[in-house]
C-alpha cells in the first residue's frame, strides 16, 4: 500500500509544496535505512498549469499561465485532474468531483492544504451579474475580450468609462494599467478612469510611505479618485454609490475583499477575519496532526515580532516550500522545520507612472518610477515563474528558504537589459512629445 502526500491546489503554494515534498524524498533515498520507494506526491487541482494570478491585471491576461506536466513528470509529481470539496481529516481522505461531474475519494497519510484564496463579491444588487474582475485567468480573459469589443461600439461615455470598485493593492494597479491601455485600446476617444472606495485615503492598508507616490501617479495617469463611498448597486450601464452618486459605464470591475478558500471551514481551529487557519511554526493544522496548510489558507508567524503571513504571491512561495518539506519529513519520521520568513516587501505597479518597491512593514519607499517598473518586471517575469523542468535545478529551487537568495549574474543581466528598455521606452515617449509640441 503505497503512503501518499497529496496537494490540494496548484498554485505558487500548491506548486512549490510538491517539489519541495519530492526534493526531500529524493534526497533521503540515498539513506538506507529510509524506505522512500513507496511515497506518492499527488497534486490534486482543475488544471495542471499554475496561473500567474498577480499578472492577470496586464493585457493579454490568458498568457498569464505556465504548463506544469513536463516539471511535474521530471521531478515524480502526480496530477489528478479535480476539484476537492470534500476534506475528512478522521478518515485521512478527500473527495474530489472531475469535469465530467464523477466524483471519487483520494486518501492520504499527509494532507497538505494549498487551495488559496478568492475574491469576495459582496450581495449587492446587480454585482454578480455586472461586475467584472481579474481575481481567476476566466475572468481576467472576459474583461479583457469586453474592452477589445468596446472599440467595435459608438464611442460615448458610457463606452468610454471604466469604474473600479475598490482601492486597494489590486485596485490601484487595475485603476492605473487601464489608464493607459484603455486609451490604447479604444484609440482617439477620451478614456475614464474612476476609482470607488469606501476608506478616507486610497490604499490604506498600504499604510502611509508610498501614499504620496502612489496619489500623484493616480492623479497624472488621469484617474478619478471618489473615497468615502461605497458601490450600492450595479446595472448594465452603471453603478450607483452609496451617496447616490450615478456613474455611467459598461465596465463596472470589483477588486474589494478577499477569503480563504471554504476548505478551511472543514479543518477545525482558529481562523482569522478572512477564513485562514491558524497553524503552527511547521505549518502544521492544530487540530489535525497530519494536515499542513499553506498559501493564502494559512495564517502563520513571519517573524518574532507579531507580524503573520498576508495572503500574497511573496509568502505563498515561501509557505509552500516549506509546507511541502514539512508534510514529507513528517512521514519520513524527519523533523521538520520551521517556518520564518523576516523580510517583507511590497512591489506595486502603478501603470505608465512605472512602480513602487517598498521594505518592510512600515513599508518604507525604496524604488519608485522607471526604476521600480524594472524591477515589477523582474519579479513578473521571472521571480515567480516555476523552474525550468529539470531535475537539479527544481529541486535547488524547491529549497525551503527564510531569506531571499543572492541575485545571480543571470538575474543581473535580466535586470539590466529591462532597465535599458525602459530607458529607451521614456526617451522615445519624450523625444514623441517634444516633436508634437514642435509641430504645434
Known sequence: MPRRIVIIGAGFAGMWSALAARRLITLSASDP????????????????????????????????????DELFRVTGVQFIKGTVDVISTKQREVELVNHAGVRSTQPYDKLVLAAGSRLVRPNIPGLQEFAFSVDQINEAVKLDRHLHELALQPSDSVRNTVVVCGGGFTGIEVATELAGRLQRVLGDSKARVVLVDSGAEVGCALGPGPRPIITKALEDSGVEVKLGTSIASVDASGVVTSTGERIETRTPIWTAGMAATPLTSQIEGKKDKFGRLHVGSDLRAPSAHDVFVTGD??????????????????????????????????????????????????????????????????????????????VKQYINTILINPPDAELVKAFAAAKPKTADPPLTLADAAHLLRLLLKRLWHHYCVTRSRKDEIGRS
Open 33 to 68: 535505512k529510509t524506505n522512500t520507494a513507496d511515497i506518492e506526491v499527488i497534486v490534486i487541482a482543475p488544471e495542471e498549469r499554475l496561473v500567474l494570478r498577480p499578472r492577470l491585471y496586464e493585457a493579454n491576461p490568458e498568457s498569464m499561465a505556465a504548463p506544469l
Open 297 to 374: 489558507a494559512a495564517c502563520a508567524a513571519t517573524d518574532g515580532h507579531g507580524h503573520s503571513t498576508m495572503m500574497s504571491c511573496q509568502h505563498a512561495l515561501y509557505l509552500g516550500r516549506t509546507a511541502g518539506n514539512n508534510a514529507a519529513a513528517d512521514l519520513l519520521r524527519l523533523p521538520t522545520l520551521p517556518y520564518s520568513q523576516v523580510a517583507y516587501k511590497t512591489c506595486l505597479d502603478l501603470g505608465e507612472r512605472g512602480a513602487i518597491l517598498t521594505e518592510g512593514w512600515d513599508r518604507k519607499v525604496v524604488v519608485s518610477g522607471s526604476l521600480g517598473k524594472v
